[in-house]
């Protein structure tokens, strides 16, 4: 079973920054595509940022120009930058592993999964 840690989170005013991580252990042989996704309260949970295997980047429009994800495939993390925010990017924030970009399929499946979240709390 895969295990996501996200970690990062906390309480900033509006414009300020923050910088979220993930780190998965388990499936070193694997690589996958994965992503940030956030869920605030009373809201179904959305994408905020994707990054495949081989690096190509995607963003919600809600973020595009303020949050930079990237990872590290040496340390098996997943990083999120996150500036100028504001009061709406107010949620848990969750990592997950999408889909298998290289690796044995029967292998990697196992890998798949979502992290436990981190808060990120941004007041006006």
């Known amino acids: 079973q895969v295990q996501l840690v996200e970690s990062g989170g906390g309480s900033v005013q509006a414009g300020g920054s923050l910088r979220l991580s993930c780190a998965r252990s388990g499936y070193s042989s694997c690589r996958y595509d994965m992503s940030w996704y956030r869920q605030a309260p009373g809201k179904e949970r959305e994408f905020v940022s994707g990054?495949?295997?081989?690096?190509?980047?995607r963003y919600a429009d809600s973020v595009k120009g303020r949050f930079t994800i990237s990872r590290d495939n040496v340390k098996n993390t997943l990083n999120l930058q996150m500036n100028s925010l504001k009061p709406e990017d107010t949620a848990m924030y969750y990592c997950?592993?999408?889909?298998?970009?290289?690796?044995?399929?029967?292998?990697?499946?196992?890998?798949?999964?979502w992290g436990q979240g981190t808060q990120v709390t941004v007041s006006s």
């Open positions: 990054i495949d295997g081989g690096g190509s980047t």
């Open positions: 997950k592993t999408d889909r298998i970009y290289f690796g044995v399929i029967n292998s990697c499946r196992g890998g798949l999964g």
